[in-house]
């Protein structure tokens, strides 16, 4: 955004980005969309994504399978909670506060998202680490979705969004 606006100073594309930005609502409750994604819908993606999966590894230079799922309740229940956090953050993001001003597809994403969330939700909550997995995909689908419709104005980052666990 920064390096954006440096761009089109002095131009009237500067003039009109000004004048757009003051009519921006300033009461959002996780700052900019930008922060929202980074702070709060990537981390807690990444527990989502996290929680089931399976790699190879070479270990003393043999190849490895490993898989892994999340194994008592309470692991579990912190995967649905992530889930369910995530359909409050695509409802705030569909709230007035970060919709205004936005084409009407942006809600049409954000509800997609919720949607995604919840069967995400349901599919930790059963316990089903198959389903958790595809649940994961589906969601990804529509992170990457709203991402095509309405990218960033610096553009793509070259990976907005990363599905990789940390382990
Ligand atoms: C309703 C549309 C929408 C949905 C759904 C959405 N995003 Fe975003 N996302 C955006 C927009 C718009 C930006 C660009 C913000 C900017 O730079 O102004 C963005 C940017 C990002 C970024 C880059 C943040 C940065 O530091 O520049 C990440 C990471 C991200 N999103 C992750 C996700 C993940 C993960 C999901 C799904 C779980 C998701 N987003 C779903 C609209 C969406």
Request: proline content about 7%.
């Amino acid at each position: 955004m920064k390096i954006n606006f440096r761009v089109v100073a002095g131009s009237l594309a500067a003039t009109l980005a000004l004048a757009s930005c003051a009519k921006e609502p300033v009461d959002l409750p996780f700052g900019t969309v930008q922060q929202m994604m980074a702070n709060e819908v990537q981390p807690t993606a990444d527990i989502y994504w996290g929680a089931v999966g399976s790699a190879s590894e070479l270990v003393d230079g043999q190849p490895v399978f490993r898989e892994w799922q999340p194994e008592t309740d309470a692991e579990w229940q912190a995967v649905a909670a992530s889930a369910a956090k995530l359909r409050d953050l695509a409802n705030t993001m569909g709230s007035p506060a970060y919709a205004e001003g936005r084409d009407a597809g942006w809600t049409d994403f954000t509800e997609g998202m919720a949607e995604a969330a919840t069967r995400a939700e349901q599919a930790a909550q059963s316990k089903d680490a198959d389903a958790v997995f595809e649940a994961g995909g589906t969601l990804y689908a529509v992170c990457s979705a709203c991402h095509q419709a309405f990218p960033p104005e610096a553009g793509i980052p070259g990976e907005p969004v990363d599905m990789t666990p940390d382990q």
